[in-house]
């Protein structure tokens, strides 16, 4: 088995452009799909970015997923931040047997 | 359109059990596993385990082990989690949520709040 740690929060100000990480514990990071979900408060998550590098339809295109072999880990990168986009964000990716979460990491845009 | 509408909030003593609702519509429900997933206030996302609602095969998280029981009517499309021997800290939102062929939650539903309390 394996974790998947995210940073606990990040920040930046509209029209900004903000990353954020998720990077596995064991095993490489290619090896299984990473999934990227939103959450707002009160509301169940939704997904943004799936099988490390597809936007569902509907999910504007200023997101989009990586995955990087050299730190193993995979990144959500938003741009041209709105105050919309303020929200948990979540990784996930799969052991072979169970889903793996990251702890979520809460967007500030300010 | 696809849709998970999940039974409402749900109060529980210490020790009881609860059962949570999951009813699917807009696709076919045998063709998708059904994820369960839980919050806990002011938490992260933890997976509780799946249904295969084809065969009703189940794996669940070792966590939740001996105390949760996953099953599915396929006759009314419905999913449903059992959880047992309740504790204070099973106090969370409730999720489940459909796969994509790809182990990850497509769909969502809305969302049941199970809250043990003396």
């Known amino acids: 088995n394996f974790m998947l740690t995210q940073p606990h929060s990040v920040s930046e100000s509209p029209g900004q452009t903000v990353t954020i990480s998720c990077t596995r514990s064991s095993g490489s990071i290619a090896s299984d799909f990473v999934h990227w979900y939103q959450q707002r408060p009160g509301s169940a998550p939704t997904t943004v970015i799936y099988?490390?590098?597809?936007?569902p339809s509907g999910v504007p295109d200023r997101f989009s997923g990586s995955i990087d072999s050299s730190s193993n880990s995979a990144s959500l990168t938003i741009s041209g931040l709105k105050t919309e986009d303020e929200a948990d964000y979540y990784c996930q990716s799969y052991d072979g047997t169970n889903l793996v979460f990251g702890g979520g990491t809460k967007l500030t845009v300010l | 359109q696809v849709q998970l509408v999940q039974s409402g909030a749900e109060v529980r003593k210490p020790g009881a059990s609860v059962t949570v609702s999951c009813k699917a519509s807009?696709?076919?429900?045998?063709?998708?596993?059904i994820y369960w997933v839980r919050q806990a206030p002011g938490q992260g996302l933890e997976w509780m385990g799946w249904i295969n609602p084809t065969s009703g095969g189940t794996n669940y998280a070792q966590k939740f082990q001996g105390r949760v029981t996953m099953t599915r009517d396929t006759s009314i499309s419905a999913a449903y989690m059992e959880l047992r021997g309740l504790r204070s800290d099973d106090t969370a939102l409730y999720f489940c949520?459909?796969?994509?062929?790809?182990?990850?939650?497509?769909?969502w539903g809305q969302g049941t709040l199970v809250t043990v309390s003396s």
């Open positions: 949520a459909r796969d994509s062929s790809s182990f990850y939650g497509e769909y």
């Open positions: 807009g696709y076919t429900f045998t063709g998708y596993y």
């Open positions: 099988e490390d590098n597809r936007r």
